[in-house]
């Protein structure tokens, strides 16, 4: 039987509490495989996993240094499973999540987002394998922000596909997974010039993004403001943000808490699974 | 009276003799085993005369990250879950194929496929007229009437499967279009390993949710650089 944690988005269960919006300044990184999971062998002497730590210790560097905060997934050569990655991306909130990979088939960059179908309606609860069916729409907005800096930044031909890798699916925020695969001319996925220009496009779209999102929070503000003007009050002043709908990404609040349990001797953040809530099987 | 030195030498070969004959022995029987290894131990179903048919392959390639619906002459069993199965492993067998534009590694793929039909709704109203695409439980996924699939592959062909986003996806799609032209009853399918559920075919595209089948072929991967 599937295991299901349950995330509570704010207009549901978990409307009468304290609800954290989204962290608009932080960025998800997560490095592919790692420990004791090698990920694909790219050449004799590369496995992924540290190819992919490479390129998003790269990324993590430029980013912090454009001013954004960024919460990894690992900085080492640590196992860290599908769950407990999701778990992390979730209980940040960031602003988006970005899953590095590379491969040693293929060719240039593959952005993909997850192949779930997007829920567009209000769910009284995510179910945690399929949580980032809310925020497809989210994710294939900063897929395009992406593209479009791959193509004209690092001027490389990304192809886009749909696709459900762990733990992409179980993401509540917008992620964009990229499979970094060699160029033509034998440059491989590990070419320190070829994963610059990948980062220097990266980073330039992840701030896009940010300042994209930062202005449709400021104009829902606005407008927040403008209706409430004539009915001062009314709503107690919490001033909700509605989704902007302009691909930005809407300040979604959601409360994971049901899923958490402190592993033993594990970081706080890095919290398995609890057992399942069982909410949702409730049909069987 | 033989001489001492010939006596030690003849028993010396002797010696030599047993130990490569025990040597042979070992050798013979670890390649036995990796040959058997790689078998297909699946009992053979008795051999049918029917007659060659079209069927839709869905052939994924690497090159461009399609997948291409393909017309092929193929001789099937008429049960579903066979029928499924021969399916399949003709799909894969040209993966394996020289030149194939995505190759795979030779050998048994496809243990078996179970096509199990719903006979009621559990995880919705029986007038439910449309499967949650996104439902991890198939069965609570499907309406009343519908199929599901489960596609148990081996395990030595998982393994040995190239690592990769996009080569993993474009397997299971190719798999799901072939199913879905085949079988169109069927809404969605599943798969396990060696009859157990895995996190990933080999390491990325993932085996636990249930993937609506759908026209793959109508829905390929897009290379911008074609759509721009």
């Given amino acids: 039987m599937a295991a299901f944690g349950l995330m509570l988005p704010g207009g549901g269960l978990a409307a009468q509490q304290t609800t954290p919006s989204v962290n608009y300044n932080l960025v998800f990184l997560d490095a592919g495989h790692g420990g004791s999971d090698p990920g694909a062998h790219l050449s004799d002497k590369e496995v992924e996993k540290d190819v992919n730590l490479t390129l998003a210790s790269k990324l993590k560097g430029m980013l912090s240094a454009k001013g954004l905060s960024v919460l990894s997934s690992r900085d080492g050569d640590q196992t860290v499973t599908s769950e407990q990655r999701a778990d992390m991306a979730n209980h940040a909130r960031p602003l988006a999540c970005l899953l590095v990979h590379t491969t040693s088939s293929g060719a240039g960059p593959y952005v993909t987002v997850s192949g779930l179908a997007p829920e567009t309606g209000a769910l009284p609860a995510l179910p945690w394998e399929t949580a980032q069916a809310s925020y497809v729409t989210e994710s294939l907005g900063l897929e395009s922000v992406i593209v479009d800096a791959l193509t004209n930044v690092a001027k490389l031909k990304p192809v886009v596909l749909r696709a459900s890798v762990p733990p992409i699916d179980s993401l509540t925020c917008p992620a964009v997974l990229l499979e970094l695969a060699p160029i033509s001319g034998g440059t491989a996925a590990s070419d320190a010039d070829y994963q610059q220009r990948v980062a220097d496009a990266l980073t330039q779209a992840l701030v896009a993004w940010h300042t994209q999102a930062l202005d449709a929070v400021a104009k829902a503000k606005a407008a927040a403001l403008a209706a409430k003007t004539p009915q001062a009050g009314s709503d107690g002043g919490k001033g909700a943000i509605p989704n902007s709908g302009t691909g930005a990404p809407k300040p979604r609040v959601v409360k994971p808490a049901p899923r958490v349990a402190a592993p033993p001797g594990g970081a706080a953040r890095m919290a398995l699974p609890a057992e399942p809530a069982g909410l949702l099987e409730a049909g069987g | ?228």
């Fill in chain 2, 1 to 228: 009276m033989i001489p001492r030195y010939q006596r030690v030498l003849f028993w010396s070969l002797v010696g030599c003799i047993l130990l490569m004959l025990l040597f042979l022995l070992r050798g013979c029987e670890q390649a036995h085993k990796r040959l058997t290894g790689k078998g297909d131990p699946t009992p053979l179903t008795a051999p049918i005369a029917t007659a060659l048919e079209t069927v839709t392959l869905d052939l994924a390639s690497d090159g461009d990250t399609s997948i291409t619906p393909t017309q092929r002459q193929v001789a099937l069993p008429e049960e579903p879950t066979l029928r499924a199965r021969a399916l399949l492993e003709h799909l894969l067998g040209l993966y394996a194929a020289p030149g194939s534009a995505h190759p795979l590694e030779s050998g048994p793929a496809i243990d078996s496929v179970f096509v199990l039909t719903l006979t009621m709704a559990p995880g919705g109203p029986p007038d439910a007229n449309r499967p949650d695409p996104n439902h991890l439980d198939s069965f609570f996924g499907s309406h009343a009437g519908g199929q599901v699939a489960i596609v148990n592959l081996h395990g030595g062909f998982a393994d040995q499967h190239p690592s990769g986003v996009v080569v993993e996806a474009l397997t299971l799609q190719s798999i799901i279009g072939t199913l879905h032209a085949a079988l169109p009853g069927v809404e969605e399918i599943r798969f396990l390993v060696d009859g157990r559920t895995r996190e990933t075919l080999a390491g990325h595209a993932s085996l636990l949710r249930a993937y609506p089948a759908v026209d793959t072929g109508n829905r390929p991967l897009v290379p911008l650089s074609d759509e721009k």
